[in-house]
């Protein structure tokens, strides 16, 4: 099957101008296919976007993010504007969509269906870190908000090694948690000096307003949009794939498990280990054939 070239586009929004691409593929009555993360851009989605050449496919970069631009990018982005952004979007290429969202771009995803439900068929919501919904939420937030003050005060190199800290804890988070030292940034091959920058996407603007947004279940039960929640078969224990249990669990749902762990769809995009791509896209193929 040939695989048609992707056009990119842009479209203006309040406080941000977004870029996204489109690939036509495969015949009509499939349903576009939006692949997102957030603050993870279009250049994620490279290696799973090869495995649906038969889908019209859909990527962008988050407002703050890559490609995306706004006038300050170091200003909040909270879920409720990636939402809007993801409607108008979807205006303009033409909905329904299915959609595949992974990390905060479930969160993303979820707060567009308590809005939008007819703009989504399927969702595949991917390990949502809504630290929000967890029973140790206060201490998860806490957790959160010491990795943004770690970023602020020393720059990208050690707020993402105390970022990497929380995202691996296994389990509850204990009360003195976020009081811990942070860890060495060279640990995690980081770097040490602080470059004076603070417009990282993800821990300037996506940090706390997305580990504190707790989306609207009553909306998402009563949408139309058949809804999925995922985790990584190897993210078990962790904040992400604890969120995707609890949320799977207020939305009467079961727990999709995926191959792989958070980034299981990735082939080395952003120099991150592979996951297992092969594996992980003929799982979400046969969910979003479940429908």
Do not use: W
């Not at 957030?38 to 703050?64: K, Q």
């Not at 990636?82 to 595949?100: K, S, T, W, Y």
């Not at 509850?172 to 060495?184: G, H, I, L, V």
């Not at 920058?197 to 580990?211: A, E, F, V, Y």
């Amino acid at each position: 099957m040939t695989v048609t070239e992707s056009t990119t586009r842009t479209l203006e929004a309040p406080g941000a101008t977004l870029t996204y691409d489109v690939r036509p593929g495969g015949s009509t009555d499939k349903l576009p296919l939006f692949l997102i993360g957030s603050p993870m851009g279009a250049a994620g989605f490279g290696t799973l976007s090869g495995h649906f050449p038969d889908r019209t496919l859909i990527t962008y970069d988050p407002r703050g993010s890559e490609r995306s631009t706004k006038p300050d990018m170091t200003s909040p982005s909270t879920p409720d504007e990636h939402a809007d952004d993801l409607h108008r979007i979807i205006q303009e290429v033409g909905g329904p969509v299915d959609m595949f969202a992974s990390s905060g771009g479930a969160t993303n995803a979820l707060a567009l269906i308590a809005k939008h439900p007819e703009d989504v068929r399927t969702l595949v919501a991917h390990e949502p870190p809504m630290a929000a919904v967890l029973p140790d939420r206060e201490n998860a937030q806490a957790a959160s908000r010491a990795v943004y003050e770690t970023y602020q005060r020393s720059g990208f190199g050690a707020g993402m090694a105390h970022f990497i800290a929380v995202v691996s804890h296994q389990g509850e988070f204990p009360d003195d948690f976020a009081q811990q030292s942070p860890p060495d940034p060279a640990m995690f091959g980081m770097p040490t000096e602080d470059d004076g920058s603070r417009t990282d996407p993800l821990m300037g603007q996506n940090m706390i307003s997305g580990t504190t947004y707790e989306p609207d279940f009553d909306a998402l039960r009563g949408a139309s949009t058949r809804i999925v929640i995922a985790a990584g078969v190897e993210s078990e224990g962790i904040l992400p794939s604890r969120c995707a249990s609890v949320v799977a669990e207020r939305l009467g749902t079961e727990l999709v498990i995926f191959p792989s762990g958070h980034g299981g769809f990735m082939g080395g995009e952003y120099g991150q280990p592979p996951g297992e791509p092969e594996a992980f896209a003929a799982k979400l193929r046969e969910v979003l054939a479940g429908a």
